[in-house]
């Protein structure tokens, strides 16, 4: 059974970083783009960044593009989100997800594959 197993949550202070793992389970990993999504309270699931099966291609919403990064390790089956300057509005849960393509989070509704099971990220301001 394929597993996206997320880690590295945690309170931060805003203005600080915390960095995000996501380990997959099974070959799913090679052959999925990988991404982050993110729920907040009473808000729904939105679109966080995106990365390409090689990890030759990375996209990213705009409320965090220049200060999140996504990036994966083939060799590790792990996904990663660093990110910095974090501010009190990117307090949510954050979902990996594993999908056919950057084009399949991006699309409403989102067109994943699976779902880990989701990590708290909250900011203190």
């Known amino acids: 059974q394929v597993q996206l197993v997320e880690s590295g949550g945690g309170l931060v202070q805003a203005g600080g970083s915390l960095r995000l793992s996501c380990a997959a389970s099974?070959?799913?990993?090679?052959?999925?783009?990988m991404g982050w999504f993110r729920q907040a309270p009473g808000k729904e699931r939105e679109f966080v960044a995106a990365v390409s099966r090689s990890g030759g291609i990375t996209y990213a919403a705009g409320s965090v593009k220049g200060r999140f990064t996504i990036s994966r390790d083939n060799a590790r089956d792990t996904v990663y989100l660093q990110m910095n300057t974090l501010k009190p509005e990117d307090t949510a849960v954050y979902y990996c997800a594993a999908a056919g393509g950057i084009s399949h989070m991006t699309s409403t509704p989102p067109r994943t594959n699976y779902w880990g099971q989701g990590t708290q990220v909250t900011v203190s301001s």
């Open positions: 099974g070959s799913i990993f090679s052959s999925n783009a």
